[in-house]
Nanobody, 122 residues
Framework: QVQPVESGGGLVQAGGSLRLSCAASGRTFSSKGMGWFRQAPGKEREFVAAISWIGGITNYADSVKGRFTISRDNAKNTVYLQMNSLKPDDTAVYYC???????????????WGQGTQVTVSS
């Protein structure tokens, strides 16, 4: 089993920044990538960004390109999501997931965290 644990959410004004962290514990040697997804009230969960453990291949949703940056620390089994120029539309619960690669498909991720709330005020 792998357990991802998110941290770093909070309330920020539009235009501000936040950094999310996700530390994965357990049998992480079997995973190949980690990703972030988000779900806003009344909406379906959507892909945000993902990164592969080997090579650091990254993948971003069009809505966050140029504003969000995903990075990793292999030694700590931790992934970060630096979020800049935040907009009210970025308000959501952000979930970290551990999976097979840096895919945008949620089906490629086997283990999910509990989520952390990000609220962007206008």
């Amino acid at each position: 089993q792998v357990q991802p644990v998110e941290s770093g959410g909070g309330l920020v004004q539009a235009g501000g920044s936040l950094r999310l962290s996700c530390a994965a514990s357990g049998r992480t040697f079997s995973s190949k990538g980690m990703g972030w997804f988000r779900q806003a009230p009344g909406k379906e969960r959507e892909f945000v960004a993902a990164i592969s453990w080997i090579g650091g291949i990254t993948n971003y949703a069009d809505s966050v390109k140029g504003r969000f940056t995903i990075s990793r620390d292999n030694a700590k089994n931790t992934v970060y999501l630096q979020m800049n120029s935040l907009k009210p539309d970025d308000t959501a619960v952000y979930y970290c997931a551990v999976g097979a690669d840096a895919s945008s498909r949620s089906s490629r991720f086997d283990y999910w965290g509990q989520g952390t709330q990000v609220t962007v005020s206008s």
